[in-house]
């Protein structure tokens, strides 16, 4: 667990700016997720919800659904677009 979490504080140092493209946000996003995959298979619940968020967050990227925000949300954070 103890790389998993020195690759997810380093996946921090490695945020795209507020204007990257959309790609690159997703490429991140995807990343985030895979890391925050790796914490909950080891029983970790917030990180299961916070990796299913980033994916999907990744999909809309890709898909074009929306746009790159100036920093990603932290997981718990509520949605500035929708409050919740």
């Given at each position: 667990?103890?790389?998993?979490?020195?690759?997810?504080?380093?996946?921090?140092?490695?945020?795209?700016?507020?204007?990257?493209?959309?790609?690159?946000?997703?490429?991140?996003?995807?990343?985030?997720?895979?890391?925050?995959?790796?914490l909950a298979a080891d029983g970790s619940t917030l990180a299961a919800t916070s990796a299913a968020a980033a994916h999907r967050k990744a999909a809309e990227l890709r898909e074009g659904a929306g746009g790159a925000p100036a920093r990603p949300r932290p997981p718990g954070a509520p949605s500035p677009r929708t409050g919740a």
């Open positions: 667990m103890r790389n998993t979490l020195s690759e997810l504080g380093a996946l921090h140092l490695i945020r795209p700016t507020a204007g990257a493209a959309p790609h690159a946000w997703a490429a991140w996003h995807e990343r985030r997720a895979l890391v925050l995959d790796a």
